[in-house]
Nanobody
């Protein structure tokens, strides 16, 4: 069973940056696609960014393109989300997710395991 632990959330002013990390246990990390989702208050969970097992393929929500970057270090069993030019509308709980396939998917139901979430709050 793979476990994910997110870190790096917090409070930041609009225009600022944060870097989220997702540390995975287990030996299958390098074979699994990873993604970051977020859920704002009263909103549905939505995909922010996804990355294939090799790191070669990535996908982003239109709302974060050009501002956020997803990456991974398979030697460290860790995925990252670099968030720049943050906006108040980015405020949400951010979740790391993984799936037991190498390819990225956009739907939350396609992911097999999840972290506990980390709060990101962007003040105006």
């Amino acid at each position: 069973q793979v476990q994910l632990v997110e870190s790096g959330g917090g409070l930041v002013q609009a225009g600022g940056s944060l870097r989220l990390s997702c540390a995975a246990s287990g030996r299958s990390f390098s074979s699994n696609a990873m993604a970051w989702f977020r859920q704002g208050s009263g909103k549905e969970r939505e995909l922010v960014a996804g990355i294939s097992s090799s790191g070669y393929y990535t996908m982003y929500a239109d709302s974060v393109k050009g501002r956020f970057t997803i990456s991974r270090d398979n030697a460290k069993n860790t995925a990252y989300l670099q968030m720049n030019s943050l906006k108040p509308e980015d405020t949400a709980v951010y979740y790391c997710a993984g799936r037991n396939l190498r390819t990225v998917a956009a739907a939350a139901r396609e992911y097999d395991y999840w972290g506990q979430g980390t709060q990101v709050t962007v003040s105006s």
